[in-house]
């Protein structure tokens, strides 16, 4: 459990940070949804499954959210993910709940929440420093799953620590971050027995456009290139998605 600690006294920290957004006289309900299409799924540097179809849907009221996300890979594998989100934004903080399904376990059945649940649950933050200077700070903690352990078989309360800045180029979106794994973590992040390592360096690059017609429909391509110092390895993939 000391483990946790850093984790609890980021939560703390960054809970005391006054809230800069006025204040919303009323909270309306939305919703929203969309699917990629990437050339290759890549979790944190991890590679997980080959072209896959990734379909999306998210509710929204106020400064709550809850949203489900898929990845089903069609071309040669049988892997399929199914996530559930939940999100509370309090000013620059962000704090959520993940529900995550993975596929690939002893026991794949759905309702299974024993020592051999498919499930991981993840608690995570995350900080934006300001509008001027976007930088955002992540930090995410696996609190229950059968597969979160290390390379010794104990839990291992698999955590990630990352450091992004998005920016903008000529009307490009882009982003670039590095991630960090800060203990043995070997079932969720292939940490072969290590403790503190880089995971995840990427540089993403996307655009998007309203379709003509067709309002609230936008279609957009994006590319995401990905090191893994950690594994030794490096991933490009490529993907275009739709979004209503």
Same mark, same amino acid.
Request: charged letters at 15%.
């Given at each position: 459990?000391?483990?946790?600690?850093?984790?609890?006294?980021?939560?703390?920290?960054?809970?005391?940070?006054?809230?800069?957004?006025?204040?919303?006289?009323?909270?309306?309900?939305?919703?929203?949804?969309?699917?990629?299409?990437? &050339?290759?799924?890549?979790?944190?540097?991890?590679?997980?499954?080959?072209?896959?179809?990734?379909?999306?849907?998210?509710?929204? =009221?106020?400064?709550?959210?809850?949203?489900?996300?898929? &990845?089903?890979?069609?071309?040669?594998? /049988?892997?399929?993910?199914?996530?559930?989100?939940?999100?509370? @934004?309090?000013?620059? =903080?962000?704090?959520?709940?993940?529900?995550?399904?993975?596929?690939?376990?002893?026991?794949?059945?759905?309702?299974?929440?024993?020592?051999?649940?498919?499930?991981?649950?993840?608690?995570?933050?995350?900080?934006?420093? &300001?509008?001027?200077? /976007?930088?955002?700070?992540?930090?995410?903690?696996?609190?229950?799953? @059968?597969?979160?352990?290390?390379?010794?078989?104990?839990? @291992?309360?698999?955590?990630?620590?990352?450091?992004?800045?998005?920016? @903008?180029?000529?009307?490009?979106?882009?982003?670039?971050? =590095?991630?960090?794994?800060?203990?043995?973590?070997?079932?969720?992040?292939?940490?072969?027995?290590?403790?503190?390592?880089?995971?995840?360096?990427?540089?993403?690059?996307?655009?998007?456009?309203?379709?003509?017609?067709?309002?609230?429909?936008?279609?957009?391509?994006?590319?995401?290139?990905?090191?893994?110092?950690?594994?030794?390895?490096?991933?490009?993939?490529?993907?275009?998605?739709?979004?209503?």
């Amino acid at each position: 459990m000391k483990r946790l600690i850093p984790f609890t006294a980021l939560l703390l920290g960054l809970a005391l940070i006054p809230s800069s957004a006025p204040a919303q006289e009323r909270a309306t309900l939305s919703f929203s949804g969309g699917s990629d299409l990437v &050339s290759g799924y890549v979790w944190r540097g991890v590679p997980v499954a080959g072209i896959s179809l990734q379909p999306t849907l998210a509710m929204s =009221v106020g400064d709550f959210s809850a949203s489900a996300w898929g &990845s089903v890979d069609f071309a040669s594998t /049988p892997y399929k993910e199914m996530d559930l989100s939940l999100a509370y @934004a309090l000013g620059p =903080v962000t704090f959520s709940l993940t529900d995550y399904y993975w596929t690939g376990h002893p026991d794949d059945r759905y309702f299974v929440f024993d020592a051999n649940s498919p499930h991981r649950v993840e608690v995570g933050v995350s900080w934006v420093v &300001s509008e001027k200077f /976007p930088l955002n700070l992540s930090w995410y903690t696996m609190l229950f799953g @059968a597969a979160d352990t290390n390379d010794r078989g104990k839990r @291992a309360y698999a955590s990630y620590f990352e450091v992004a800045y998005p920016f @903008a180029v000529k009307g490009i979106d882009m982003k670039a971050g =590095v991630g960090m794994v800060p203990w043995n973590a070997e079932a969720t992040y292939l940490s072969a027995g290590r403790d503190f390592y880089v995971q995840n360096v990427f540089l993403n690059a996307g655009k998007s456009w309203e379709l003509k017609g067709a309002e609230g429909l936008s279609f957009g391509l994006f590319t995401n290139l990905i090191w893994n110092p950690a594994l030794e390895n490096v991933n490009f993939v490529g993907g275009i998605s739709l979004r209503m």
